[in-house]
């Protein structure tokens, strides 16, 4: 049976995404001074306003508004921004359940690993090309004076029992200065993002392949200016494009105490290494968590009926080589560095850049 899948990513003058950067630019910030630090400093934007809010319990002295102006000048606003911050210290209620001899989880929560044999990064097919294309894009951007930050880019891919055959539709919609006309953005955006890009697929284009270029027919206010934004609020973009699971929280903002965030990556890296050891094909892990504990409560594996052996053998290769406390997580996947600016945007997952896309070396 044929299906399409959709997924889409956002490039980082989108103003959720804007708000990503920030925030784990703050957190790189702390972690650098201090790898003990307790962040969750989120933002929200809108026209020229930045409000910088949240709990910080660090010894790093953070100049919050010298790194805001900083990223936004790079992310390309030349606007100067009103910056308000309301920062206390991380709740000693919470604090005191987190940190004991062993780390313990910051708060209850689940949160899902997945991993497919769709591509070499085990990525789901959409949700891999839609954030090249927005790489792509983002790189030639910079080159140009008429194209700006603020960009989304989707792929709708054809499956046949379970395996991408084709690419139904490309979609992407960029910001442009206002001199630009139609017919040049779609001449641009064909020859320097998505034929390059495509370049590695072109097995799965067809001649059915349909290619969508700013549909609106205009993308000249951007940013902050066109919409608000805030931390958070793209979590399917963040990890498998609709794909997999998600579970409720965000990554961006928290440092590894935080399960949603630091769990997430371990589940990836455990259900990565499940399909790249050929015990299938494709795998999902829920990772169930109770703030002050230093384990999960729970842990289930699903393989969708795509596993080479019986699952209680994958159960005992999940049990004899990780181990998903937090203490553990944290120290293997060595969570304490200043490595989170560069999470923020074209996904959380399937860069090899990344510790926990690691294929680790099992028994």
């Known amino acids: ?42 933002c929200a934007i809108k026209n020229d306003k930045l409000f910088i809010y949240g709990e910080a319990t660090t010894n790093a002295k953070i100049d ?15 606007n100067e921004f009103k910056i308000v911050k309301e920062i206390s210290i991380q709740s000693p209620d919470i604090n005191q359940a987190v940190e004991k001899s062993e780390l313990c989880a910051n708060d209850q929560g689940m949160v899902y690993g997945y991993a497919c044999s769709d591509t070499k990064e085990y ?19 910079r080159t140009t004076d008429v194209y700006f930050a603020d960009a989304k880019g989707q792929v709708s891919i054809v499956y046949e029992d379970k395996k991408p055959i084709g690419i139904d539709t490309i979609l992407v919609s960029v910001s442009h200065a206002k001199e630009l006309e139609n017919e040049q953005i779609k001449n641009d955006i064909m020859q320097n993002v998505i034929e390059p890009v495509l370049e590695e ?3 799965l284009k067809t001649d059915d392949t349909k290619f969508i270029i700013n549909p609106s027919g205009k993308f000249t206010i951007w940013g902050s200016f066109g919409d ?13 494009g609709g794909v997999g699971r998600v579970g409720g929280g965000c990554f961006s903002s928290k440092n590894a105490t935080k399960v949603d965030r630091s769990a997430a990556y371990y589940a990836r890296y455990v259900a990565k290494n499940i399909v790249a050891h050929k015990l299938a094909d494709e795998c ?28 209680q053998q994958i159960n005992n290769f999940v049990d004899k080589n990780f181990d998903f406390s937090l203490d553990n997580t944290i120290n293997e996947l060595g969570l304490k560095r200043p490595i989170y600016k560069q ?21």
């Open 284 to 311: 999902e892990i829920q990772v169930g968590f109770a703030i002050g504990l230093p384990k999960p409560i729970s842990i289930y594996i699903e393989c969708f009926g795509t596993n080479k052996v019986d699952m």
């Open 64 to 78: 919050y508004e010298r790194i805001a102006r900083e990223v936004l000048k790079d992310i390309g606003y030349k």
């Open 228 to 240: 608000s934004g805030c931390v958070g609020r793209k979590i399917v973009v963040d990890t498998y």
């Open 123 to 141: 990525m789901p097919l959409p949700i891999t090309i839609a954030h090249k294309l927005m790489k792509k894009y983002d790189e030639y951007r």
């Open 343 to 363: 999470t923020a945007a074209f996904g959380h997952f399937g860069r090899e850049e990344f510790p926990w896309e690691k294929i680790k070396e099992v028994k």
């Open 201 to 203: 697929y072109k097995q």
């Open 1 to 42: 049976m044929k299906k399409i899948v959709t997924s889409e990513s956002v490039n980082i003058g989108h103003p959720d995404k804007t708000c990503d950067v920030l925030a784990d630019s703050f957190l790189d910030e702390a972690l650098r001074q201090d790898g003990n630090s307790q962040m969750a400093v989120e």
